[in-house]
């Protein structure tokens, strides 16, 4: 993984960078995506915690340093309380641009003033440093591939993998989704005798055991971020927030997503 002083938020925010679309990661998804590792990494810290589902500031003086996530301390302590899925969402923006600013400043992300039309001035972000956000990806991948027990992944890491999961980010795809690298090299998917050729059966019954192995990977992925998450957040009230805000990315990517009426 990348050097320490990139944060959960900064992390992810690289995880979703396209350097063939940069500006899909200025998205609703990965806003709220950034901003959930920012409220997850305050309470790491043990600067906000679980107050009956609300978030809730330990104290009122307490700061990490991190100007993004004391920008975000601060904005949860100057508002009325709220629960872990409104604070996902609740002006995500805000901790997007202070994340990709913060990028910026690392070295990680390149600032590129232009101008709309000749007139209007305009900045674009491009990935500076893609060794930094390749090593991301494939430690991503290594961790969500379950090539490490869960038990000797760091707590971070593991934090990572499991909120990419959730916004569905290329690095965190399920190879057991049609299409998905991986897929037709499960045992049984592909290869099996009479699977190309021969009766209707032969096809059928192939198909069904390619059906079936999809299945299986399924679950194996789903069973590895449970894994991933009680490493991630081995105290229940952790594990709480991480739920809570996995569901709210995970709503938000769903929404992205669906197909819209025509």
């Known amino acids: 993984m990348p050097r320490d002083p990139l944060s959960l938020p900064a992390r992810l925010c690289l995880l979703a960078w396209d350097p063939a679309r940069p500006g899909a990661a200025d998205a609703a998804r990965v806003h709220h995506l950034v901003r959930a590792g920012a409220l997850v990494e305050l309470v790491r810290r043990g600067l906000l915690r679980d107050d009956d589902g609300i978030a809730t500031p330990v104290d009122l003086d307490s700061e990490t340093g991190d100007p993004v996530l004391d920008g975000l301390l601060e904005l949860v ?3 009325l309380p709220h629960g872990w899925r409104p604070w996902v969402a609740l002006h995500a923006r805000v901790t997007f641009d ?3 600013e913060q990028l910026v400043a690392e070295g990680c992300l390149r600032a590129e003033k232009k101008r709309v039309l000749g007139v209007f001035p305009s ?16 430690r991503v991948r290594e961790v969500l591939a379950g090539q490490v027990p869960a038990a000797e992944v760091p707590e971070r890491d593991a934090a990572v993998a499991v909120l990419a999961a959730a ?13 998905e690298p991986g897929a037709a090299n499960e045992p049984g998917a592909a290869n099996e005798p009479g699977a190309a050729r021969g009766s209707g059966a032969a096809r059928g019954s192939g198909g069904a055991r390619g059906q079936g192995s999809a299945a299986g990977a399924g679950a194996r992925r789903r ?14 009230a952790l594990r709480g927030v991480l739920d809570e805000v996995c569901g709210a990315v995970s709503d938000e990517t769903a ?8």
């Open 77 to 79: 302590r100057e508002s």
């Open 98 to 100: 202070a994340v990709r």
């Open 123 to 138: 900045v674009e972000y491009a990935l500076a440093r893609r060794d930094t956000a390749q090593a991301l990806d494939r």
């Open 167 to 179: 916004a569905e980010l290329g690095c965190a795809g399920d190879p057991g989704g049609a299409g």
């Open 223 to 236: 069973d590895r971020i449970a894994e991933l998450a009680g490493r991630a957040a081995p105290a229940p």
């Open 255 to 262: 929404h992205t997503k669906a197909p819209t009426g025509g």
